[in-house]
């Protein structure tokens, strides 16, 4: 009894001795930093390659980036990067994502009822010399009800932003940034400085009694969720920014043959995705600081058993575990596995194992044919579900209703739809919206056909929904996407149009070498087609259509440059006892109509404004709007009026064109542009006239292409406005959302208003 109670006192000491020499490896092994160098900064920890500005230069790298400022001089330590009299303090480096988060301070632009009130405002910039901002970790946020905020890189090269407006507090909901009250976007890729500006485009006066501020910041994802409390006082001073950083100037192939490469041994190299450099991280199963030599150190998953699967004996060797069985015992040793058993008579083992391994695949068997019986069933129940939500049994009578000898619409299967895009393969993504994804499709007969996968949709619609696609469904125009078909099986519907494949009337007009093969005969052309399908749609529809979102982006051109209107998704019916529509503005701006969004009455003269701005883009060769330009100059559609009132019309024409010898047509083109572009709605000719004075000037020229036009009579018709079939392209999931389109979260308008 003696040896036996000696022998377990001798087995508890081992264990307590093991135990502490195991907490001692761990506490070394855990180093972050070189032996001799500071590690932290108050409740900063400083990990090895940065360094404090204070300690010996081993104790990091050289580039001035990787030190940290410690503001020793209270009680609670502070750490800025680089120099304190940046006032960029440093919350968290972290070393396994390769990110440091710093506190950035949050801008502001306020008025009262005087006006601007410039003490209470500032716009925050930012200049990093190493390190970008994380595009995945990071939102550009603008919270307001009269606000316009823009991102701009201090060194011009891009500036993008979005705009947030509301007129009553009712109108806001909490937790949304949607764009009322409101709104966000995504940073770019290898930015590593900015200058936020923020304005207003009525100085805050229709909403002063609940928001006499607006706010824009850039901050962690997550960090900020909105609340319209904030609207009267946002009381954040400062925000979490997330940086990447990385080590080096060059990728990992070229650091690996050079005498300073900063991976150790057990660790992974990786480029940068963002910035420049390389990153070293330890490999799985092992753990610690990757630059440090025997930094990275085996991970003993057996002294931790909630490292470990292991219900046997559990043998830890560098990098993962083994899992076994004691000896005279067989089976699985790992958690949820079959257990160790003792091991069986030899003459009965080959039995037993026989029938268990024939009941298991019974077993088996049956279960698989049960679970696949009622998986099937409950995917039919889903697909009847979705089709009869998403009004199939409507639009299945509507369309049993019609003429079926006219191309109606064809309902497609999702099995269909899976297929001809290889299960919505990301190989097969054309396009991206704020409400979707446009997939590449090739059907069974070897159409190639384009899908639109919605994001969201609005099932109060539903009717509205099915009534548009039945209306666009048997229009048929050459010069609109058509709409063949939809499938209502999903969640979400999908639609499918016609494959238009050599781009955007925007991507030919604004790239140097597309450009010069547009000529003006052809630019006319398109102006002219453009022109006449606008026309129909607000004269010679059976229910007048307004598109709503004209723009040069929404035009697309075929292998022979035939014009193709598409996205419909803003667009609106108009009921033929009624000329205007109040809604929530939504276009793009540079294109949106200034009366539009004074008023918020949608006409069809809205739709001639944005066809003027297209026109002059057709002209100039400019874009609507740039922030590259000087501030004047910026939207293009005042510039072009600004330029045609000095008599300077041809110091802006697109070079290209310049040298044609048509400048009498290129100023009457001119001329139906600024009756386009007028203030006052009803100053503007309606697109009728505008697709007959365009058919006009095109059937006049001399150009060599207009001997192979051969117009009868049902042509011309069709061209200006007649009763032919229209195809529309009616972006019907879009349709279904009330809030700003994608376009408008997307752009940065200029003020209506500088409120200065």
Not at 90 to 116: K, P, Q, V
Request: glycine fraction near 8%; include cysteine; hydrophobic fraction near 35%.
């Amino acid at each position: 009894m003696f040896i036996h109670e000696l022998l377990l006192r001798v087995v508890v000491l081992g264990t307590i001795v093991l135990g502490a020499y195991h907490i001692h490896m761990a506490e070394a092994d855990d180093s972050i930093t070189k032996p001799g160098c500071r590690s932290t900064c108050g409740n900063l920890s400083i990990p090895y390659p940065f360094r404090s500005s204070d300690s010996e230069s081993h104790c990091g790298i050289g580039h001035s980036s990787l030190r940290v400022d410690c503001d020793d001089s209270d009680n609670h330590p502070t750490p800025y990067m680089e120099k304190r009299g940046s006032g960029l303090e440093i919350l968290n480096i972290s070393l396994e994502d390769h990110e440091m988060r710093i506190a950035m301070w949050i801008g502001r632009d306020c008025y009262s009822s005087t006006g601007y009130v410039a003490n209470l405002s500032n716009f925050p910039t930012l200049t990093l010399a190493k390190f970008p901002i994380s595009k995945t970790k990071n939102k550009f946020i603008a919270v307001g009800c009269d606000t316009y905020a823009t991102f701009k890189d201090r060194e011009g090269n891009f500036a993008f932003g979005c705009m947030s407006i509301c007129n009553d507090i009712s109108e806001v909901t909490d937790g949304s940034c949607s764009g009322i009250g409101c709104c966000e976007t995504s940073i770019p890729r290898n930015s590593f400085d900015y200058n936020i500006s923020i304005d207003s485009y009525r100085n805050h006066t229709e909403v002063l009694d609940f928001n006499l501020c607006s706010y824009a910041f850039v901050a962690e994802n997550g960090f900020y969720n909105f609340s319209s409390d904030d609207l009267s006082g946002l009381e954040l001073e400062k925000a979490p920014l997330v940086l990447d950083w990385a080590v080096g100037d060059t990728n990992c192939e070229v650091a690996k043959s050079s005498a300073n490469y900063m991976c150790t041994e057990n660790t992974h190299c990786t480029d940068a995705e963002n910035g420049v450099g390389y990153k070293c991280t330890c490999l799985e199963g092992f753990h610690g600081n990757p630059y440090l030599t025997n930094g990275c150190q085996d991970i003993d998953e057996c002294a931790d058993p909630n490292k470990n699967q292991c219900n046997g004996d559990c043998y830890n060797f560098d990098g993962s575990y083994n899992c076994s069985c004691p000896k005279g015992y067989h089976g699985d040793g790992r958690k949820g596995g079959q257990g160790c058993t003792a091991n069986a008579n030899p003459s009965h083992l080959v039995q037993i194992l026989a029938g268990a391994g024939a009941g298991t695949i019974v077993l088996l068997f049956s279960a698989g044919f049960l679970y696949l019986g009622i998986k099937n069933r409950k995917l039919i129940r889903l697909k009847e579900q979705y089709f009869k939500q998403n009004g199939g049994l409507l639009l299945q009578q509507q369309l049993h209703e019609r003429d079926r000898t006219t191309n109606a619409t064809k309902i497609f299967k999702a099995e269909e739809l899976e297929k001809a895009t290889n299960n919505y393969d990301e190989s097969r993504i054309v396009g991206r919206g704020g409400y979707g994804t446009v997939y590449k499709g090739l059907l069974p007969n070897n159409t190639v056909v384009a899908i639109k996968k919605s994001k969201l949709v609005d099932k109060t619609q539903i009717e509205q929904f099915i009534n548009e696609v039945i209306v666009l469904s048997q229009i048929n125009h050459r010069n609109v996407v058509k709409l063949l078909g939809c499938c209502l099986e999903t969640e979400v519907p999908l639609l499918v149009y016609e494959f238009v494949n050599n781009g955007t009337l925007f991507d030919h007009i604004h790239n140097c070498i597309k450009s010069s093969k547009m000529p003006w005969d052809t630019r006319l052309r398109i102006a002219s087609d453009i022109a006449s399908v606008l026309s129909y749609l607000h004269s010679a529809a059976s229910i007048p259509i307004i598109h709503r979102d004209v723009k040069s982006t929404n035009i697309l051109l075929d292998n022979n440059y035939i014009a193709k209107v598409s996205d419909f998704g803003a667009s609106r019916l108009v009921p033929l006892d009624q000329t205007q529509l109040s809604t929530l503005v939504q276009g793009t701006l540079g294109y949106l109509d200034p009366e539009y969004l004074q008023t918020n009455q949608l006409t069809e003269k809205s739709d001639v404004y944005s066809f003027g701005v297209v026109l002059v883009e057709l002209i100039t060769g400019k874009k609507a709007l740039s922030f590259d330009r000087p501030e004047k100059e910026r939207g293009l559609a005042m510039h072009f009026l600004l330029s045609s009132k000095n008599n300077q019309l041809f110091q802006i024409v697109d070079r290209v064109i310049a040298d044609e010898g048509n400048k009498e047509q290129v100023r009457e083109v001119a001329n139906v542009a600024k009756r386009c572009l007028r203030l006052k709605g009803e100053e503007r000719p309606t697109m009728k006239e505008v697709a007959i004075e365009l058919e006009g000037l095109k059937a006049n020229s001399n150009h060599p292409w207009m001997s192979t036009v051969n117009l009868n009579g049902e042509e011309v018709i069709h061209l200006l406005g007649g009763t032919t079939d229209l195809a529309g392209y009616m972006d019907t999931a879009d349709t279904m959302n009330t809030g700003p389109s994608d376009s408008m979260k997307n752009h940065v308008m200029p003020p209506v208003n500088s409120g200065r």
